[in-house]
């Protein structure tokens, strides 16, 4: 090999020495330049997933404190603005509630509006008329960015906007009006509820008398008197109704369309309910009003019954006035319907289609006495008729519900056992078609345990009122029950 030779080995040595470390350093460069991206990119997914979570938090505060405002707008707007608020702080934002932080909560801006929501534009229209939607928006400022500071990127801000609106109901009010609605108000009642009600019963009489106008028949006293003879004629002749005009012997017309004085008087005489309670052979006024509740309670019967304030069937008339009230205290478009479950055919009826005159059915309400059509009650029937008249008129989109009261045992139709049968037959109609009922069994005649089986077979709720030992020891427990049933309202949240 020459000299020639040995110095070409010798330089292509050199240069694939020269090139390993040369392209050793290329790689340490390169590393270097890739690990400054992965930090940015890791920065970068780090500060993205922080603000994906702000927003997922603050969206869901929002739409918390919509629905909490909604739900308390029936006790007016600053009520419902601070029911928002006090939700709103308590979700976290960034990690933290608002009410827990130390500082930072200049960074939040929180605001509500009251109104009404239109479904057919979906629009929030702001008003303070009866208001039946709210409307949250918020933003939180200056939260912080962990690595987006090497871009010059400290902080960033989320917000949010809500509405929610109560969802419209479709309610069916199914009331017994049967003749035992008057029952709490006779005198039978005493040996019931025991001798310390006699005088309760009695002035509830009194006011009875009182609220027909104090009518005077003959020489008649309200306290009842003693009178021992069994001739028609005499006792017709002591009380004033049979006098002589003339030479001739005239009677005191009777006042209704159905029953007679000979009728009373026989009452009087051999009712066992008058016998047990000490009245037995005593007539006036408190026996007369007890009369006609007992004997003659039907509209053809007696038609002023529906004036007076006889039990439980008033109390079911006040509580339902506080209903109405309460659901036209927030202009949430609901609409009632009258269902009553004595009827001429010994069914139901529907009085009102569902409307949103809810004073109309009120009144109806307030027009119909204990017995008004049959003294009867066939709950099933009333059950039914509800869930038909869901069928024929409810809106597409509203709550539908139905709301059951009896103070009684179902009897209609043919008997007890067929009548609470055909009540769980239609129960399960009414589940199948999603509608809930909502059943109040009110005083100690009424069967509890059917109503507990519809509200379990629907879906609903039952709600128990027992009487006691007193005529109006449920009055005010009746009155709380509609009022919870109208404030139950369903929410939603529309945007």
Not at 67 to 93: K, R
Not at 382 to 395: F, K, M, S, W, Y
Not at 414 to 432: F, H, P
Request: charge should be negative; charged fraction near 20%.
């Amino acid at each position: 090999m020459d000299k020639y030779d040995v110095a070409i080995r010798a330089r292509e040595t050199r240069l694939k020495r020269t090139g390993a470390r040369s392209r050793r350093g290329a790689v340490v460069v390169l590393a270097a330049i890739l690990m400054v991206v992965m930090v940015a990119v890791l920065a970068f997914s780090i500060d993205l997933g922080y603000i994906a979570t702000a927003r997922t938090e603050i969206h869901r505060a929002v739409d918390a404190a919509a629905l909490a405002g909604a739900g308390s707008l029936v006790d007016g707007q600053m009520a419902a603005e601070d029911a928002a608020l006090e939700v709103f702080s308590a979700n976290p934002i960034g990690g933290k509630a608002l009410k827990d932080r130390t500082s930072g909560a200049e960074n939040v801006v929180f605001e509500t509006e009251v109104g009404h929501w239109n479904p057919a534009s979906r629009t929030f229209v702001p008003s303070t008329d009866l208001p039946s939607a709210i409307k949250v928006s918020a933003m939180q400022r200056g939260l912080p960015l962990f690595f987006g500071r090497i871009f010059d990127r400290q902080e960033f801000q989320v917000q949010s906007e809500a509405i929610a609106r109560y969802l419209p109901r479709d309610i069916i009010l199914t009331l017994d009006f049967s003749a035992s609605m008057n029952d709490d108000s006779e005198l039978r009642r005493i040996s019931e509820f025991g001798q310390g009600e006699r005088s309760t019963i009695e002035s509830g009489l009194l006011r009875i008398y009182q609220d027909l106008g104090s009518p005077v028949y003959g020489t008649m006293q309200f306290t009842p008197q003693l009178i021992t003879s069994t001739n028609v004629n005499t006792i017709k002749q002591t009380l004033g109704l049979r006098y002589k005009n003339k030479n001739k012997w005239v009677e005191t017309p009777y006042p209704y369309p159905s029953g007679s004085w000979d009728a009373y008087i026989d009452y009087v005489r051999t009712s066992s309910y008058l016998n047990s309670a000490g009245y037995r052979n005593k007539y006036g006024y408190m026996t007369l009003i007890n009369y006609w509740l007992e004997q003659q309670p039907k509209y053809n019967q007696t038609p002023d019954l529906w004036k007076v304030s006889a039990q439980p069937v008033q109390a079911v008339k006040d509580a339902v006035t506080i209903f109405m009230n309460y659901i036209q205290a927030v202009d949430c478009e609901d609409h009632v319907s009258l269902v009553i479950y004595n009827s001429p055919s010994q069914t139901a009826l529907t009085e009102h289609a569902l409307t949103a005159d809810v004073d109309e059915v009120a009144d109806t309400i307030n027009r119909r006495q204990a017995g008004h059509y049959d003294q009867m009650t066939n709950i099933g029937a009333g059950i039914r008729e509800a869930r038909l008249e869901l069928d024929r008129n409810a809106r597409i989109g509203a709550f539908k519900m139905i709301v059951l009261m009896t103070d009684g045992q179902a009897n209609l139709p043919s008997n007890t056992t067929r009548a609470r049968q055909y009540t769980i037959e239609q129960a399960e109609l009414a589940a199948q078609s999603g509608y809930p009922v909502v059943t109040i069994s009110l005083g100690h005649a009424a069967d509890k345990s059917l109503m507990q089986q519809v509200a379990d077979i629907t879906k609903g709720v039952h709600f128990n009122i027992d009487a006691g030992q007193n005529v109006e020891d449920y009055e005010e427990e009746l009155l709380e029950v509609f009022r919870q049933i109208a404030d139950d309202r369903p929410l939603i949240l529309v945007q």
